[in-house]
């Protein structure tokens, strides 16, 4: 099983439609979990961490499931803007890179497109 | 305002040639990394330095070398040893020495082997 697994997508949706991106990790030690937005042929900016509770900002739901190990991204209301990839990005122990380091494990990402 | 410049954004290198990818942080932070990515991979980390004068490998370091001799600057070079060097380079920092997981990058630079 791949550390960082998400579904390559495309998905394509119209405006104003609500989409769902899920990610599952491997390793069940780890310890934090992001969303990142990458734009095409840009650097990647995180979007949003992911807490334990669940957290929302705006129009973006973050989940986190530790008993399944995956973590779920859900934007309503789709804007045209909101096309891009998204990065799920998991934070695992590593021993060779010591306790305060960790590692920060990207999936793949998930590449949405927002139409009119 | 505060930042990551990388430099350059485009590169061309003929085979055999090593090459130094620039980054520049003025946000005072503390760690910095060196991230690759290929089309439809994650990014994978090649190295990183949490201290000046002190930097760890990442997962591909092999054919990269770093330095750290100023907290703002890591510059990272490609090596002729390096197999398939064509990519997509991004240069990232965060705030403490520890890795809490918000990056912050720099808007990358992309090499291509001639």
């Known amino acids: 099983r791949k550390e960082v697994e998400q579904d390559p997508g495309p998905f394509n949706v119209p405006e104003g439609a609500t989409v769902a991106f899920n990610c599952t990790y491997s390793n069940s030690a780890s310890q934090s979990f992001f969303w990142y937005r990458q734009d095409c042929r840009k650097e990647p900016k995180l979007l949003m961490s992911?807490?334990?509770s669940g957290n929302e900002d705006g129009r973006f739901t973050a989940q986190l499931n530790r008993a399944s190990q995956y973590i779920s991204l859900l934007i309503r209301d789709s804007k045209l803007s909101d096309s891009a990839t998204y990065l799920c990005?998991?934070?695992?122990?590593?021993?060779?890179?010591?306790?305060?380091?960790?590692?920060?494990?990207f999936g793949k990402g998930t590449k949405l497109s927002v139409k009119p | 305002d505060g930042g990551i410049t990388q430099s350059p954004k485009y590169l061309f290198r003929k085979e055999g040639q090593n090459v130094t990818l620039s980054c520049e942080q003025n946000l005072n932070h503390d760690a910095m990394y060196w991230y690759r990515q290929d089309p439809g991979q994650g990014l994978r980390l090649i190295y990183y330095s949490q201290i000046v004068n002190d930097f760890q490998k990442g997962d591909i370091a092999e054919g990269y070398s770093v330095s750290r001799e100023k907290k703002e600057s890591f510059p990272l070079t490609v090596t002729s040893a390096q197999k398939n060097p064509t990519a997509f380079y991004l240069c990232a920092s965060t705030r403490g020495a520890a890795n809490t997981g918000e990056l912050f990058f720099g808007e990358g630079s992309r090499l291509t082997v001639l």
């Open positions: 992911v807490y334990s």
């Open positions: 990005v998991v934070k695992s122990p590593r021993v060779n890179y010591g306790g305060s380091q960790g590692n920060l494990i």
